[in-house]
């Protein structure tokens, strides 16, 4: 698609409301960021940033194979420290690679809603990641977004290619510091995942009261390929609506979803969303979520378009007030014979018999709910490096992660 | 003074009387086993005084330590030194034991408790998830004895455990009862639920109890008691006049 044709697309779809989540006045937030001062290496960023970061597991200073930091509409960071992966601020990736136009807006539609057409017709700020041919780190790419300016609309549009053979680990944390009440977050995310590539990407939210989270991704998934997708949000939030497409385009290729919520206030519409195309394919979504005030949407659905596919869905939601809703809709679409798709979804209270067996070993009912709040938190998730699971852990197993 | 005194109790669970006016009293260093039919009310007894809410008290009172504590949160009981090895108990996900043990007693040994059960391979694994019935009651072991409660109570530590795991469940009786000590300077105590009676050829229980539609009906020598259930039944007890 043309520079122009992706622009046109994009403005007639301005006043178009998202299937899902409520809607947002786009109006009502800026769009002119103030432009911050680019650093060498990440060791130089602000306190601030750095602090935040680490609060939503990217430990800027820790061994990685390179990073990237954007601050408000800024990439002030974008460094690569491992010849295996190339990592730029997407603007100057577009200038110095022509064939990104290939990738670029062909897994999101720029007129998808008002939110992609709203960054299609801005200019572009986001990461360019790629993995290169048979390459391989457990080192993770570490990345930041951070919205540091109240009142923005800020702007995202990243793209990830892992090349045929690769193996690429990404953690990206999303963040807002404590002086920022008000602000708004689109993130477009096109993901490639070439012929027998690995590839997890793990991302950590934490934003504020009242912040606005609209991220838009697409992912294809080519033969022997695979992704572990793992998304934790566990801070209050005003209200996020996401709903990533994967689709396993190729014999084999095999898509994982992990999702961790633990909400306390907002409007919080999750899910994913998985087609799978191509003989052998698998694919698999898991969800927790713990409400303890808010009403959350646990969305899952899964598409099986050939025979021998196979696809598995979890929706297991705690509900621990009565200021708290947990909506949990798995949906599986069978097109073909010879599936295997399933999926369980239960909503409900801690069970009283665990409550029981801890009290009786001297934990107070606050204590014990905490306990098991925290290991029903504590999703296992396959296919990560040692360094990011812990990573994952820590953030999960906080102290303050309780039952009301 | 006894360690445990329960007074003329009834209990109930739903609308269904289970215990009728039970009395038992157990001083400190002693253990007691308990013997009867399914359904009699073992369980519920155990229930009742670990103070789990599902149980009601209809009457009577628990007497522990001096304290009377028929209407004591279960944690305050666990607190003031009464522990249970639960027959059936829950898995917990994303709980490891070995954290659990820590949670329990933060000064425990955590390796040396594991290893004395034979059970470190178990450390790393979700608390009971997956547990054979056997593994089950090791686990409820190792959390006890981390716990090291002055009052332990035992729902049938040996249903489902093989022969070679069966000496280490009686060996940590006797630890947490303290019958590896000179009788007169043990102040721990337990009771004890067998069908089988298996588990008292590891372990020493110092008197028994059968029960019988929610009360005791004979009472005296562990192995006398045990040989004459085998000769007559349970049925034979009920006809016993030996006091209570």
Redesign the interface.
Known sequence: MHVSDIEEKARRAREKRALYGTDVDLQSYESDAKPQNIVEKAEELPGIVKKAALDVGVKLDAESSGAYVQMDQTPVVAKSLYEGVEIMDIASALKKYDYLQDYWWKLVAPDADKYTADVATSPPAGYFIRAKSGMKTVFPVKSCLYLGSTNLNQRVHNVIVAEEGSELHVITGCTTPAHVQRGLHIGVSEFFIQKNARVSFTMVHSWGKEVEVRPRTGIAIAEGGSLSNNYILLRPVKTIQTFPSATLAGRGAVASFNTVVYSTMGNIDIGSNVILDAPETSAESISRVVSVGGEVIARGRMTGRVPGARAHLECVGLLLSDKGRIYSIPELDGQSRDLDMSHEAAVGRI????L??????????E??TS??V?????VEIKGLPEDLKQEIKNITQREDLKGS | MWLLEIVDLSASIGNKQVLKNFNLKIGSGETHALFGPNGTGKTTLLNVIAGIPRYKVDGGRIVFKGKDITNMSMDERARLGIGMAFQRPPAIRGLRLKDLIRIINPKADVLAILNKMDFAAFAERDVNRGFSGGEVKRSEMVQLLAQQPDFVMLDEPDSGVDLENIKLIGDAINSLTQKDRRPSSRTKSGIIITHFGHILEYMKADRAHVMLGGSIVCSGNPSEILAQIKRNGYEGCAGCMCQT
């Open positions: 069970s009283e018999e665990e029981e067996y801890l009290m009786a070993r001297g934990l107070t009912s204590e014990a306990v098991i925290r290991g029903f938190l504590d």
